[in-house]
């Protein structure tokens, strides 16, 4: 069974840090895209980055490029992303999903694409 577990939201200051946790279990994720996503209130779910379990490729979105940063651990099977510098608009609930990786895009993803999905941490940016 499939698990994806985020931690580490919370209440942080415009211009602070934040760094998201989301540990995966119940299969082999070598061959999968990792990807962390937001949705605000009455705002559609939107994508924020993505890398790949395989060879590290990462691709963020472009409003998050240079304070947002994907990275993984093999060994705790763990993919985060770093917050730097968030913004009051970026408040939202942040959610962790996966896909297989046949397909690397490079590009901004859509939740479509996405097989698992964890419940979501919220991340509340206060200005």
């Known amino acids: 069974q499939v698990q994806l577990v985020e931690s580490g939201g919370g209440l942080v200051q415009a211009g602070g840090s934040l760094r998201l946790s989301c540990v995966a279990s119940?299969?082999?994720?070598?061959?999968?895209?990792m990807g962390w996503f937001r949705q605000a209130p009455g705002k559609e779910r939107e994508f924020v980055a993505a890398?790949?379990?395989?060879?590290?490729?990462?691709y963020s979105t472009e409003p998050v490029k240079g304070r947002f940063t994907i990275f993984r651990s093999n060994a705790r099977n763990t993919v985060y992303m770093q917050m730097n510098s968030p913004k009051p608009g970026e408040t939202a609930v942040y959610y962790c999903?996966?896909?297989?990786?046949?397909?690397?895009?490079?590009?901004?993803?859509?939740?479509?694409?996405?097989?698992?999905w964890g419940q979501g941490t919220q991340v509340t940016v206060s200005s």
């Open positions: 119940g299969r082999s994720f070598a061959s999968y895209v």
């Open positions: 999903a996966a896909r297989h990786g046949s397909n690397w895009y490079g590009a901004d993803e859509s939740s479509y694409e996405y097989d698992y």
């Open positions: 890398i790949s379990w395989s060879d590290g490729r990462t």
